[in-house]
Structures are given as structure tokens and as C-alpha cells.
């Protein structure tokens, strides 16, 4: 059998490798049981499976769960990060975010990120390469498993982490397809919320794949003058276009996109910048999340107070664009993405709402 590694495959394609080698295709829903359902560690740990094929499991399909090498914890036990080792060595975080009626991941999709956003800590550690989709699915399995030993389940998965998944699209999407096989893990599609900067050919692409997973736009300004500097993708990508594609994928899909805003103390954070923003997204499908930024070790950059932050959205409440304040959540454990792997590696409805924040606002 030739090496390849578990978690890349789709159920097909695991049963057709199996059946290549004279294995009946009852076997792949075995393994693919035990992995998906009973989030095992090892192929010894499908005992359902006769040793002989554990063993030649072992010597031509690799399965190994990411080594954890770091974890925090918040002091009130509502987000854990976790920072995984990767095969080649490189490292990779995740979140876990805990609320009252569900239980959030948030994803890395690359190592590093070549988009260099103003206040992203990932962005300022450069690229590295893109994760196989197996090394995305391996971080929603650690996070499982660290739920199970809670008691709880996971029951959303964003991809908000370290890198753009639409800069690694088809890695995102096999990832997304592989977790929600009603066979294994069988999330559903409407728990899937993928997270772009603007990447116009993706969101277009990501319109036609016929899934009911989420999208997210990662906004932050209503100008290109002031996104140009926030979000350096946008001189590519410039706000009419990327409002076009947007505009496109709600018409096509008949499904609202959230948009993202970090809010920084005294750059993006007036009633003026609300206002565009506003004018913009007016009779929109959309939802507005306000975040004030995580704060980035090395800037001077802040987070707006509180005040400024529900002045925002008062403005865009004015003006009938739906909106939430996501409230803080992780930042004494470095939450944003790329901060615990940056610390790690210098150590060796209309009315608003007030949420907890997802931890990346890239």
C-alpha cells in the first residue's frame, strides 16, 4: 500500500484504496468510525478492524492525531488554545471557544500568512506553506477530544485561524466535505463558517460548490484609502469588487454574509468610519460582527473602549444594518491568531446583540 495519510481521504476514496488492496469496503466504514465517531488514536484502538489489517494500516496509510506541544487556558474556562506540532515541524494553533449552547473551533489553514493585515500577528510571521486538508481535520479532532473529555461536543468549526483559506481553497473545502460526511463526523454544512480577507475568485468560486456552509468577510473599513492600509489584499481586491462578489454569492446562494470588523482604538473606530461602512452594506444580506482587535505584542495598536465600540454600532443600527458586539474572549491566553505560536517561537435581527468574540479578527 502507498504511503499516504488517513485523514486527507475522503470515505470513497478510503474504500477504493482498500478495495485496491482486497479489502472488503465494510472495512473503510470501520476506520472510518473509529476515527470520526469514536475519535480514536490509533488504529489499535478500532477493535472492531482484525490485527492483520491494523498492521498493514500501520505500514501504508499513516494516521497520527497532531501532537499538542502547548496549551492555555482562560481563567474563566471559556477558550483554550492549543499549539500543534505538524509532521515537517512547524506549528499551527486552534481555539476552542466555549458557550453556553455550543462549542466553537477556530482553524489554522496555512502555516503563516502572506497577507500582512495591519494588526494580524500571523501576517507578521511571514508564509510558510498551506496545510493538507488532513492537517486541518486533525485540529477539529484534538479539539473533539478535548471536548469528550468534558462531556460536551463540538458543534462549530471557523476558519479563522492562522492563514486564508481561500488562498488554500481546495484544502479548505476537502476538509469541510470530510467532516461533515453524515458516514463520520457529520457536522452539518450550516456549522461550517470559512473567513476571507476578500479573496474575490474564491468567494465566486466558493458561490458555486452547492454547500450550505457559512461565509465571512473579514471587512474592517468602508473605504478603500483606509482598508488599503488595513488590509493590504483590498489593493487587488478594492471594495467594489469584493461588495460585487458578495452581492453575487447572496443572490446565487440566498444566504447572508457576515462581515467583520476589528475595531482599533482611534483608526477605524469613528462615527464617520461607521457611517461608510453603513453605506456600503444598506439594504445588504448581511450581519455585522464588531470585534475590538486582540492586541498584537510588538504595536501600538489598541482596541477601541467600549464606548467607541457601541457608538459603531449605534451608527450602523441607524441605518438598518443588523450587528453584534462580540465581547472579548481569550486575550490573557494570546487568542488571536499567531500570538501563542509567535510567543512560542521567541521562547524557543437588527437590534444588536453582545456575544463572545471568535478569536481572530483578521
Not at 477504493?16 to 472488503?24: E, F, I, T, W
Not at 501504508?60 to 488554545?81: F, I, M, N, Q
Not at 447572508?256 to 470588523?261: C, H, K, S
Not at 445588504?284 to 457601541?310: E, K, Q, W, Y
Request: charge should be positive; charged fraction near 25%.
Amino acid at each position: 500500500m502507498a504511503s499516504q495519510a488517513l485523514l486527507d481521504l475522503t470515505l470513497p476514496e478510503l474504500e477504493a484504496l482498500l478495495r485496491d488492496q482486497g479489502v472488503p469496503s465494510f472495512r473503510a466504514l470501520q476506520v472510518w468510525h473509529g476515527i470520526y465517531r469514536d475519535l480514536a488514536l490509533s488504529y489499535d484502538e478500532i477493535t472492531t478492524l482484525p490485527r492483520d489489517l491494523r498492521q498493514k494500516l500501520f505500514g501504508g496509510l499513516s494516521y497520527a492525531p497532531l501532537a499538542e506541544v502547548r496549551a492555555e487556558e482562560s481563567a474563566d474556562r471559556l477558550a483554550r488554545k492549543g499549539l500543534y506540532r505538524l509532521a515537517d515541524g512547524e506549528t499551527v494553533e486552534s481555539v476552542l471557544l466555549f458557550y453556553e449552547r455550543r462549542q466553537s473551533v477556530c482553524v489554522s489553514t496555512q502555516v503563516g500568512c502572506a497577507l500582512s493585515c495591519l494588526f494580524c500577528a500571523t501576517g507578521k510571521a511571514g508564509f510558510v506553506r498551506d496545510l493538507a486538508a488532513g492537517e486541518i481535520v486533525g485540529q477539529v479532532l484534538a479539539a473533539a477530544r478535548v471536548l469528550r473529555s468534558r462531556g460536551e461536543r463540538l458543534t462549530h468549526v471557523v476558519y479563522m485561524g492562522m492563514g486564508e483559506p481561500f488562498l488554500n481553497y481546495e484544502a479548505t473545502l476537502r476538509s469541510i466535505r470530510i467532516l461533515n460526511d453524515k458516514d463520520g463526523f457529520d457536522l452539518r454544512a450550516r456549522a461550517f463558517t470559512v473567513s476571507t480577507v476578500g479573496i474575490v475568485p474564491g468567494i465566486e468560486r466558493f458561490a458555486r460548490e452547492g454547500i450550505q456552509a457559512n461565509l465571512a468577510v473579514s471587512l474592517h473599513a468602508g473605504t478603500d484609502a483606509l482598508r488599503d492600509r488595513l488590509v493590504p489584499a483590498n489593493r487587488r481586491y478594492p471594495l467594489a469588487d469584493l461588495l460585487r462578489a458578495c452581492r453575487a454569492y447572496t443572490e446565487k446562494t440566498h444566504r447572508r454574509v457576515t462581515f467583520e470588523v476589528a475595531l482599533i482604538d482611534g483608526v477605524n473606530d469613528g462615527a464617520e468610519d461607521a457611517r461608510a461602512i453603513a453605506r456600503l452594506l444598506q439594504r445588504f444580506l448581511c450581519h455585522v460582527n464588531l470585534i475590538p482587535m486582540n492586541p498584537v505584542p510588538g504595536t501600538a495598536l489598541r482596541p477601541s473602549p467600549r464606548d467607541r465600540v457601541n457608538a459603531f454600532a449605534n451608527e450602523l443600527e441607524k441605518a438598518h444594518v443588523p450587528v453584534t458586539v462580540r465581547l472579548g474572549r481569550g486575550i490573557e491566553i494570546q487568542a488571536g491568531c499567531g500570538q501563542l505560536r509567535g510567543s512560542a517561537s521567541a521562547r524557543g435581527g437588527r437590534g444588536r446583540s453582545r456575544a463572545p468574540a471568535s478569536p481572530s479578527a483578521r
